[in-house]
């Protein structure tokens, strides 16, 4: 496996874990009033509390990364560019790795600072392959 393929695998995973633990937040709270609420339909939901919002916003977010990272990742393959890409994919896999902590933790402006990262490193996958 390529050093590209690696990171998109551990991008997938790391999506993959996000979703989980978003999951995981949300059902904590449910768990509050009763087990049901996790195991059922999740009609008339009572409103998350402000770490349960930004946990379920961080896995979507994670999971809008991804559409956006594993087609540049398969395309840099599939074309023979790896090392091209290999830079800007570690930066947006590393600014990933920062970003959902620093979300879920609610740290304002460091958060769009850390997003604003892995653009660039979106940015700079997509210049080598333009």
């Known amino acids: 496996m390529t050093p590209l393929l690696e990171i998109t695998l ?3 995973l ?3 874990v996000t979703v989980v633990l ?5 059902n904590q709270e449910w768990t509050k009033e009763g087990r049901e609420i996790g ?3 999740r009609d008339n939901l009572k409103a998350e509390t ?3 919002g930004r946990a379920d916003r961080a896995a979507k977010n994670s999971i809008e990364a991804l559409v956006f990272f594993a087609p540049l990742a398969v395309l840099a393959h599939l074309a023979g560019m790896d090392a091209e890409v290999l830079l800007g994919a570690q930066i947006a896999f ?3 790795v920062a ?3 620093i979300y879920i933790a609610g740290v304002k402006y460091v958060r ?4 604003i990262v892995g653009v660039v490193g979106y940015g700079m996958m997509v210049s080598h392959l333009l």
């Not at 769009?112 to 997003?115: A, E, G, K, Q």
């Open 10 to 12: 551990y991008f997938t």
């Open 14 to 16: 790391l999506t993959f």
């Open 22 to 26: 978003g999951a995981a937040i949300r």
């Open 39 to 41: 195991l059922g339909n």
């Open 50 to 52: 402000p770490m349960g």
């Open 94 to 96: 590393w600014a990933r």
């Open 99 to 101: 970003y959902v902590p």
């Open 112 to 115: 769009s600072l850390v997003w």
